[in-house]
Each structure stands twice: as structure tokens, then as C-alpha cells.
């Protein structure tokens, strides 16, 4: 073999070794993020941090209840803004739309989805809350709604366009019209697809932090009905984080532990729930 | 072909009153009407939103001009506002970003897509998925307590040993600073250059592999030579797209940055972001003109982006259709 030859071929080894070695970097963040969180947060996790209010600032102990309905009450929201409009509109490009329209509806929703989150609270700051005067659940719902919109309508979009053709075929030569058969028939077999894509979507909004800071606000207590300011699980890990009690750092951890835990736990289930076989084949 | 059964119906006839109540009642109309106004409210957010930034911004736009963009002061009490340290901070944590991002992306895009067998290939790539997942508050939950110190303690000291020469590399060790944020934006955007660039790979034709390999080449060399060139505006599409994810990150780049106004050449030294600046001081802003500035902070972020998101996506439809023949270019 050729001095060229042997070059030739061990840098063929090494540089394909090194994509692997780019893998396995990559790969490992995940598993240390959450061995590292659950190192940290698991040994603080108690059942008074599900059920009891923060403690006077300053003071040790407390929990994050108020957090976590806080951040209920605003997914809650976000699904009742988002998820109708999203789901509507997915339709309406999948089954209603001619050219024209649909297109320029698929790319702002494209767009819309790589606004920054925190521009989004700035909207929702200049929609909400400046009419009220205070910051409010309702305003957070309407911000995290709005990030919700483009990925349903998106997905909605393209499982409704892989429902096979016959099923179409089918329903019409049944004497449906295009309704009957959108709603009776492949809403229902795309249902499976679209379920997750909300799931995800709200997983993913779950984790906002940034839209919540001036829209959501934070509270330590209770906030009642949806025109107060509340506290959410990611708010208050930003603010137990970068304050200066060595207490609040440990209940950071443990909320991230609960809301890294919540999100990755959705996105297993759902990748698993999606591929356990489908009504129809999914290319 | 699907035939809508009432395609062409009497009713548009003036006078077929009948004809007319019967679509009605069948509700495609109802339907087709009902779907069309939820899409429009997602193109009527996009133009709001648009109009909100800009008229909400009116005030610092007339007030400083484009003299917003090129001075530093940022002084909320005497009413003097500039954007340049925060414009500043954005690029160099985006730039460290992508310097580290791309290459550890496009090489594991790489094995994924011309190495892994497909099952451990899509199983890893959910793994990455995950990653992109993860809230980005517990990236800045980590980099606070767990960079941060190591950066400090032995990162940044060894810089300054072997790269001390360069104006990059100079300064104390805080911790925090410009490339603190920057290694957390690298790893927050990894999984988006791995997953679109892994997609861009995998829709290069299979001829072209097998012709570089018949010719003689290695397996790197019809990678390298052959597919990766074939892909590279997808690439390039994948690259723009994470850059827009790290010209948009609040959270994570606000715990790390420093939130110190100032422009450095270190990459040691504490600086602000965009981002990061409405994420602290939007909520407490008083006074109209520091809200119309910080909204046009927002405005400038928002148009970033959105350019770099539009061209992405361009690259990334290129790409992706010439290389599976759907459409011709």
C-alpha cells in the first residue's frame, strides 16, 4: 500500500471516528443535565414543596404550590387560546385552502415560530396588559397562546395531509359532504397525531420563562381567579436562582428537577404513544 | 379525483332560493368560513404584532434615530439611550455559539446520517430532540452553578495561558461573561444544526454516494468531498436557523452574561444581550421613552430574526426539494 493510501485511509477512520466522538458529546449533555439535576434536586423534593406556600423572604423552608397551579392555570390558557385557532387553522390549510392564502398562512406560522419568546411577551405586555394596568394569568395565557398557535397548526397540517386519499374517497362516494367528511372522518384518523402535537407544544411553552416575565409576573401567594399577577414553576426557578439565599438555590433545583422531569416526561410518552403504530401508514 | 359533490352548485344562480339553503345547511360553507377566520387570526397576530412594535417604539425612534444603534450610553435616569453594547453582546455570544455549534453539529449530523444504521440513527437523533427540549431557565440553572465556577476556576485561567497573546483571551476570570454565554447557547442550539442538517444529509440522493465510492473514494472522502457539498445550502439553511434560536435566547444567556452595558474585546468580561436587557429592565421600566426604547430593542431582535428565519427556511426548501426531485430548480 501507498504512503497516499495509508494517509488516505486513516484519515478516513479518523475523521469518521470524530463525527462519532461529535455524537457522543452531544448525546451525553442530555443524560448530565439530568443526572446533575436530579443530584441536586432530588434530595430536596419533599412533599411540602408540592403543597406549601414560599416562605417569608429570607427565611428556610416552604414550597412552591402556588408555582405549580400558577403554571396549570396558565397552560390551561395557553390550550384554550392556542389549540382552537391552531387546530382550525391546520384544517383550513390541510382541507379548505386554495393556493395562495395557505401559503402565506404556512409561513408566517413558520415565522411566527421563530420569534423569540420574549418579543412574544412584549406583544402580549402591549395586548393585555396595558389596557388592564397589571400584570395578570390572563396576560401569561394569552403569551404562552400565542406560541402555541404556529407548531399546532403546523402539525395539524400535516398529519390531516397524510390521511390517505381513499378515506376521502371513501366518505364521499358514502354521500358526505366535505365537512361530514373532514369531521367524521380524517379528524378521527389523524387524531392520534394531532393529540401529540398539542401535547408537545404545550410541553415545550411549559418551559417559557421569558414571555412570563412581565405578563405573568410572579406573586408568593395564592393568586385568585386570572386577573392577578401568579407565580409559574420556570419564573420562580429564574428568580430562586439568581437571588442570594443559599435556600432558595437548593429550591431551584428541586423545581428544575420537577419541570425538566414534567417536559421530558411528555416528549417520551408522547414519541412512544405516536409510534406504537399508527390507523394508517406514516411515511 | 376527489369530486366535491356540490362543486358547482345552482345556488350561485340569483333566485334558486332553495339551491341556496340547502348548501347553506350542508355546512361546507359554515366550515370552510370557520377555518379561514382561525387562520386569519394567525396572520392578523403576525401583522399586530408587527404594528405593536412599531408604534409602541415611536417615541425612542424619533427621539434618538439611528443614533440608537450606534451609541453606548444606556442611562435610564438622564434619558440616554443606546443599543450598541446590548447589539454587541448578542452577536459575540451568537458568534462564540455557532463556532462551537456548527462543527459539533454538522459532524454528528454527518455520523447520524451516513454512518449510524437507521434505528440507532433516529433513536439518537430523539435524543437530541430532547436536548432541544429542555427549558432554557435549567440550561441557565446550570450554567450559573455549574459553569460558571468552572470557568473561572480552570477554563479561563488555562486560556489565558495558552491564548493569552490574544486581546480575546484577556482580563480577570469573572465567570460570567460573553464566552460563558456563548457555550450555552452553543450547546442550546446543537440539536437544532444536528436535526435539520441530519434531514438536508439524508435527502441527498443515494447516487451520489455510491458513484464517489465506486470511483475509489473512502467513505470520508465521498462525505466530505461529494454529499456534504451537495447539502451545503441546506447546511448553511441549518446554521442560520440555530443563529436566529441564539439571537432570540433569554433566560439562559441572561443567568451567565454578566448584565454589565459595556463593550469589551474580551470575551472574559461581563456584557448584556438584547434579550437579556428587556428580560431585566422591561418590567421595571418607568417612564415612556425607557419603554419605547426597550421596545425597540425588541423591535430590532424581531427583525433580526425574522430575516434570518426567512432565508433558513428558503436555504432549507432549496435543498431539501432539488435533492429529492420534487421540485425543479
Known amino acids: 500500500m501507498s504512503v497516499r493510501m495509508i494517509w488516505r485511509k486513516s484519515l478516513n477512520v479518523a475523521m469518521l471516528s470524530l463525527t462519532g466522538v461529535c455524537v457522543l458529546i452531544t448525546v451525553s449533555v442530555l443524560f448530565f443535565i439530568l443526572g446533575y439535576l436530579v443530584y441536586n434536586g432530588g434530595k430536596d423534593l419533599s412533599w411540602n414543596f408540592f403543597t406549601r406556600l414560599p416562605a417569608p423572604v429570607g427565611e428556610v423552608g416552604g414550597g412552591m404550590a402556588n408555582a405549580i397551579l400558577g403554571s396549570l392555570k396558565l397552560l390551561l390558557l395557553a390550550a384554550l387560546f392556542g389549540v382552537p385557532v391552531g387546530l382550525l387553522g391546520g384544517v383550513y390549510l390541510a382541507e379548505f385552502g386554495g393556493r395562495t392564502i395557505p401559503f402565506i398562512v404556512r409561513y408566517t406560522a413558520d415565522l411566527l415560530n421563530g420569534v423569540p419568546s420574549i418579543v412574544i411577551g412584549i406583544f402580549a405586555y402591549a395586548l393585555v396588559v396595558m389596557p388592564m394596568h397589571h400584570f395578570s394569568t390572563l396576560a401569561g395565557g394569552?403569551?404562552?397562546?400565542?406560541?402555541?398557535?404556529?407548531?399546532?397548526?403546523?402539525?395539524?397540517?400535516?398529519?390531516?395531509?397524510?390521511?390517505?386519499?381513499?378515506?376521502?374517497?371513501?366518505?364521499?362516494?358514502?354521500?358526505?359532504?366535505?365537512?361530514?367528511?373532514?369531521?367524521?372522518?380524517?379528524?378521527?384518523?389523524?387524531?392520534?397525531?394531532?393529540?401529540?402535537?398539542?401535547?408537545?407544544?404545550?410541553?415545550?411553552?411549559?418551559?417559557?420563562?421569558?414571555?412570563?416575565?412581565?405578563?405573568?409576573?410572579?406573586?408568593?401567594?395564592?393568586?385568585?381567579?386570572?386577573?392577578?399577577?401568579?407565580?409559574?414553576?420556570?419564573?420562580?426557578?429564574?428568580?430562586?436562582?439568581?437571588?442570594?439565599?443559599?435556600?432558595?438555590?437548593?429550591?431551584?433545583?428541586?423545581?428544575?428537577?420537577?419541570?425538566?422531569?414534567?417536559?421530558?416526561?411528555?416528549?417520551?410518552?408522547?414519541?412512544?404513544?405516536?409510534?406504537?403504530?399508527?390507523?394508517?401508514?406514516?411515511? | 379525483m376527489v369530486t366535491t359533490p356540490n362543486a358547482a352548485t345552482p345556488a350561485d344562480i340569483p333566485g334558486n332560493s332553495r339551491a341556496l339553503v340547502r348548501r347553506w345547511f350542508g355546512g361546507d360553507e359554515i366550515a370552510h368560513l370557520i377555518t379561514l377566520i382561525a387562520a386569519a387570526v394567525l396572520l392578523l397576530i403576525a401583522v399586530l404584532l408587527v404594528y405593536q412594535l412599531w408604534v409602541l417604539s415611536a417615541e425612542a425612534r424619533t427621539r434618538f434615530g439611528w443614533k440608537f444603534f450606534v451609541t453606548e450610553t444606556w442611562d435610564p435616569v438622564s434619558g440616554e439611550f443606546g443599543a450598541l453594547p446590548f447589539i454587541y453582546g448578542t452577536l459575540v455570544t451568537s458568534a462564540v455559539a455557532l463556532f462551537l455549534a456548527v462543527p459539533l453539529g454538522v459532524g454528528a449530523a454527518i455520523f447520524l446520517a451516513e454512518l449510524a444504521p437507521p434505528k440507532l440513527s433516529s433513536s439518537l437523533t430523539f435524543v437530541s430532540d430532547l436536548l432541544a427540549a429542555v427549558p432554557s431557565v435549567i440550561y441557565g440553572l446550570l450554567g450559573v452553578f455549574l459553569l460558571v465556577p468552572v470557568m473561572r476556576t480552570s477554563v479561563q485561567p488555562a486560556l489565558k495561558k495558552t491564548l493569552g497573546f490574544l486581546p480575546l483571551f484577556k482580563g480577570p476570570s469573572y465567570g460570567i461573561g460573553f464566552?460563558?454565554?456563548?457555550?450555552?447557547?452553543?450547546?442550546?442550539?446543537?440539536?437544532?444544526?444536528?436535526?435539520?442538517?441530519?434531514?438536508?444529509?439524508?435527502?441527498?440522493?443515494?447516487?451520489?454516494?455510491?458513484?464517489?465510492?465506486?470511483?475509489?473514494?473512502?467513505?470520508?472522502?465521498?462525505?466530505?468531498?461529494?454529499?456534504v457539498p451537495a447539502a451545503r445550502i441546506g447546511i448553511f439553511g441549518s446554521v442560520f436557523l440555530a443563529l436566529a434560536r441564539a439571537l432570540g435566547e433569554t433566560m439562559a444567556v441572561t443567568m451567565v452574561i454578566g448584565n454589565n452595558?459595556?463593550?469589551?474585546?474580551?470575551?472574559?468580561?461581563?456584557?448584556?444581550?438584547?434579550?437579556?436587557?428587556?428580560?431585566?429592565?422591561?418590567?421595571?421600566?418607568?417612564?415612556?421613552?425607557?419603554l419605547s426604547a426597550l421596545i425597540e430593542l425588541g423591535l430590532v431582535l424581531f427583525l433580526l430574526t425574522f430575516v434570518l428565519n426567512g432565508l433558513a427556511r428558503l436555504l432549507i426548501l432549496v435543498t431539501t426539494a432539488r435533492g429529492s426531485g420534487v421540485l425543479p430548480t
Open chain 1, 142 to 283: 394569552v403569551a404562552l397562546g400565542i406560541m402555541v398557535i404556529p407548531t399546532v397548526l403546523r402539525n395539524t397540517e400535516s398529519f390531516l395531509t397524510d390521511v390517505p386519499r381513499s378515506l376521502r374517497e371513501g366518505a364521499f362516494a358514502m354521500g358526505a359532504n366535505k365537512w361530514k367528511m373532514v369531521a367524521t372522518v380524517v379528524l378521527p384518523a389523524a387524531s392520534r397525531g394531532i393529540l401529540t402535537g398539542v401535547l408537545l407544544a404545550l410541553a415545550r411553552v411549559a418551559g417559557e420563562t421569558a414571555p412570563l416575565l412581565f405578563t405573568a409576573f410572579g406573586n408568593r401567594f395564592w393568586s385568585p381567579g386570572w386577573d392577578q399577577p401568579t407565580s409559574s414553576l420556570p419564573v420562580v426557578i429564574y428568580t430562586y436562582a439568581t437571588g442570594p439565599y443559599e435556600d432558595w438555590h437548593r429550591q431551584a433545583w428541586a423545581a428544575g428537577l420537577v419541570l425538566l422531569g414534567m417536559v421530558l416526561v411528555t416528549n417520551i410518552l408522547v414519541r412512544a404513544f405516536l409510534t406504537r403504530g399508527t390507523a394508517y401508514e406514516r411515511s
Open chain 2, 179 to 227: 464566552l460563558t454565554a456563548g457555550i450555552v447557547l452553543a450547546i442550546m442550539i446543537v440539536p437544532f444544526v444536528l436535526s435539520v442538517s441530519r434531514e438536508v444529509l439524508l435527502a441527498i440522493p443515494r447516487d451520489q454516494r455510491e458513484a464517489a465510492l465506486a470511483l475509489g473514494a473512502t467513505k470520508w472522502e465521498s462525505t466530505w468531498k461529494v454529499v
Open chain 2, 261 to 290: 452595558p459595556k463593550i469589551a474585546a474580551s470575551l472574559f468580561s461581563p456584557g448584556y444581550s438584547i434579550a437579556a436587557v428587556l428580560a431585566n429592565e422591561f418590567s421595571e421600566a418607568t417612564g415612556n421613552l425607557y
